[in-house]
């Protein structure tokens, strides 16, 4: 069974930085592509795709308006998928999720256009405050 584990969340000020992590348990995941998405206050029905990267070949992918200050990257001996953020606003505060798809080669669900990935983590929340 796969298990998704984000860490890492908590409370920034406005330009700081933080590390999210993702521990990956339950199969290999060598075919897999990780993803991070983010869902923030008030927006429940919004999960806003952030960063990906295939696991096999390190392939990544950021959303436009963020691939200037964060960074996904991840660590194969300790299966951890991490998130490097950066000059954080205000707008970035949201719960941070996760996530795991089996075809790698689905692009349109990895990046969040359609569908959904596989599995998903609870989520770790990110705190901006100005």
């Known amino acids: 069974q796969v298990q998704l584990v984000e860490s890492g969340g908590g409370l920034v000020q406005v330009g700081g930085s933080l590390k999210l992590s993702c521990a990956a348990s339950g199969r290999t995941f060598s075919n897999y592509a990780m993803a991070w998405f983010r869902q923030a206050p008030g927006k429940e029905r919004e999960r806003e795709f952030v960063a990906a990267i295939v696991w096999s070949n390190g392939d990544t992918y950021y959303a436009d308006s963020l691939k200037d200050r964060f960074a996904i990257s991840r660590d194969d001996a300790k299966n951890i998928v991490e998130l490097q953020m950066n000059s954080l606003k205000p707008e970035d505060t949201a719960v941070y999720y996760c996530?795991?798809?089996?075809?790698?080669?689905?692009?349109?669900?990895?990046?969040?256009?359609?569908?959904?990935?596989?599995?998903w983590g609870k989520g770790t929340l990110v705190t901006v405050s100005s």
């Open positions: 996530a795991a798809h089996s075809n790698y080669k689905d692009f349109e669900v990895i990046i969040g256009r359609r569908g959904t990935m596989d599995y």
